[in-house]
């Protein structure tokens, strides 16, 4: 990692540490805060708040190598800009959610948007990390390359750990430069035919980086070399997008604020449940009351829906994937119930990690 972290010289980090082993003292949990935009994902936090957004900074941005660390409270939209200027960007697409959200948060989430199944997902993209872990020392795991190592490669399992394991200080990402080109375009067909052709143009050379049926649309972004671009919308055929519109509706599926999702937040003040569906790209449409979202190709799936937590896991598992109580009702857990070997894994992970359980007790599963 570039730009070591250092306790003398940094009051932030120092101020963290003192805050973690007067926790370890009195048995005191801490919910790890950056800036608050994802406290709805997994379990309900628990402990006081231990926030980040004093350590914020960009400590290093390297365009010509596509790498950039930065501090774990920095805002989102600060590294975006910062990375815009240069022509580059996250391709994960982070979803944004709210205004406020910190990098730490981004990478403990793991969560990415409208281009994972093209791109990958963040932990695809972190380089290095520095972590802060329950016994109040500070770890540096990866560095400013990819690496192929044996066991655990700790800077990528933080992502999607929602700060069970500790406090991520600083990471090293991968960037990408923004595509030259993009398109998006439109087809009207029903889920079966469209999962039909997405799988049909997935084993394809087609620069297909998102894609979104809803209400009987399926809509496609394409986005690379200019003639890739252009070959491809002659190709495919459908209906062009306007730009602008098609530049709304994007980000308004990144930062679930488009129709779809709007509905679904007012659906889920009624009593309702958003379940996020993990399958396979292959999966079929799933016969499931309520209203579906379709991304990824098919891997992702969006259902609002009042139907039992059994029902909708169930339907998951019988094509091999899984399914997440997103926003709503998570009596029955937030994520899918692990099998015995994994969840012991887990255990021994948060073990090692932070023995006397101070990060987000509770966050990914009760007993972590």
């Known amino acids: 990692m570039a730009g070591a972290l250092d306790a003398v010289a940094d009051p932030a980090l120092q101020a963290l540490i003192d805050r973690v082993q007067a926790a370890r003292g009195t048995n005191t949990a801490l919910d790890i805060r950056g800036g608050g935009t994802k406290a709805f994902y997994g379990e309900a936090p628990q402990g006081e708040p231990l926030e980040l957004r004093q350590l914020a900074g960009i400590s290093s941005h390297e365009p010509s190598e596509l790498v950039v660390t930065v501090r774990a409270g920095t805002p989102l939209a600060v590294l975006e800009a910062a990375l815009a200027a240069q022509g580059q960007c996250l391709p994960f697409e982070p979803p944004r959610f709210a205004e406020g959200g910190t990098v730490g948060g981004m990478v403990a989430a793991g969560l990415a948007g409208p281009a994972r199944a093209a791109v990958g997902g963040v932990r695809d993209y972190v380089l290095g990390a520095t972590l802060l872990n329950g016994r109040a020392e500070v770890l540096s795991f990866g560095g400013q390359v990819m690496k192929n190592v044996a066991g655990y490669d700790v800077s990528r399992m ?169 926003r709503g009702d998570k009596r029955a857990g937030a994520f899918a119930p692990l099998p015995a070997a994994q969840m012991r894994v887990q255990r021994q992970l948060k073990a090692a990690f932070d023995p006397e359980r101070v990060f987000n007790r509770g966050r990914l599963y009760p007993d972590l």
């Open 158 to 326: 933080l992502a999607g750990s929602l700060g069970v394991l500790g406090v991520i200080l600083e990471v090293s990402l991968k960037v990408l430069p923004l595509p030259p080109a993009s398109t998006t375009i439109r087809f009207e067909l029903d889920q079966a035919e469209a999962l039909k052709r997405l799988n049909a143009w997935g084993g394809q050379p087609l620069p297909i980086t998102a894609s979104a049926w809803w209400s009987g649309m399926l809509v496609l972004r394409l986005a690379g070399a200019r003639a890739a671009v252009q070959a491809a919308a002659a190709k495919l055929g459908g209906e062009a997008v306007e730009p602008a519109l098609a530049q709304g509706f994007w980000q308004g599926l990144r930062d679930q604020r488009d129709e779809f999702f709007v509905a679904a937040a007012q659906a889920v003040a009624a009593g309702a449940t958003l379940w996020r569906l993990s399958l396979p790209q292959t999966a079929p449409a799933l016969l499931l009351p309520g209203e579906q979202l379709v991304e990824w190709g098919g891997a992702q799936r969006w259902v609002v829906t009042t139907a039992p937590a059994a029902r909708l896991r169930e339907a998951a598992a019988q094509v091999g994937g899984h399914a997440v109580a997103f």
